[in-house]
């Protein structure tokens, strides 16, 4: 019993950097993108939005998106979405899959993605 608790206590440290380097790679990724110009879609509700979000981002919560007007987005477009934490995006993201647009990154949240930004634009 003590072994697997000695190892588990080692392994936990380890899975949140993987999953912190993991937020980081995954808003990079959705930084690349949106250079080379996709549509972002920030999925949060219009107050979430209101209170701050990305230049050119549209603003089309979750639970509005299987049923919006998705006509200005070409099923072979490039899209990123984003919410607060990743996990509304995450469903965003399957959403779009299922009605067959081919290019869909889930960028995460708002403050990794700003993060990264400001990271990169300081190097």
């Known amino acids: 019993m003590i072994k697997r608790l000695m190892a588990l206590a080692l392994l936990i440290p380890g899975m949140a950097f993987s999953s912190g380097a993991f937020a980081t790679e995954r808003a990079q990724k959705a930084w ?29 919560p979750v639970s509005d998106l299987s049923r919006a007007d998705l006509s200005f987005v070409d099923k072979d477009d490039q899209i ?34 700003l993060s990264v930004k400001q990271e990169s634009s300081s190097e």
């Open 32 to 60: 690349d993108w949106i250079d080379s110009g996709a549509v972002v879609i920030d999925v949060r509700t219009p107050q979430e939005f209101s209170g701050g979000h990305l230049d050119n981002a549209v603003n089309i």
């Open 80 to 113: 990123v979405v984003y919410c607060r934490s990743g996990n509304r995006s995450g469903n965003a993201k399957q959403i779009l899959l299922t009605k067959g647009y081919k290019h869909v990154h889930n960028g995460g949240g708002l403050q990794m993605m």
